[in-house]
């Protein structure tokens, strides 16, 4: 099992803010997980793939790393404030 964190925009488009799921054998790196989870709101043209900030154990990363059982992945949109 994996758990999966939505934040701001992304959580507003996927209407949810968390999914625990497993790790299926095609989404087994963070971009393929990524495409899969938003294969929707990409197509619709409501989120960009370049927009979808992305960490996995909360260490924010842009590289396609391999996932593993027991991570947390989150997906969130750029934050911004002081």
Do not use: K, W
């Amino acid at each position: 099992m994996i758990d999966v964190l939505f934040f701001g925009r992304m959580a507003d488009i996927m209407r949810q803010r968390r999914l625990r799921q497993d790790l299926a054998s095609d989404c087994q790196t963070l971009y393929r997980l990524r495409d899969s989870l938003f294969e929707a709101p990409l197509a619709l043209g409501q989120v960009q793939s370049d927009a979808i900030h992305m960490s996995v154990n909360q260490v924010t990363t842009r590289e396609d790393l391999v996932l593993s059982e027991g991570d947390e992945i989150a997906f969130f949109s750029v934050f911004s404030g002081g």
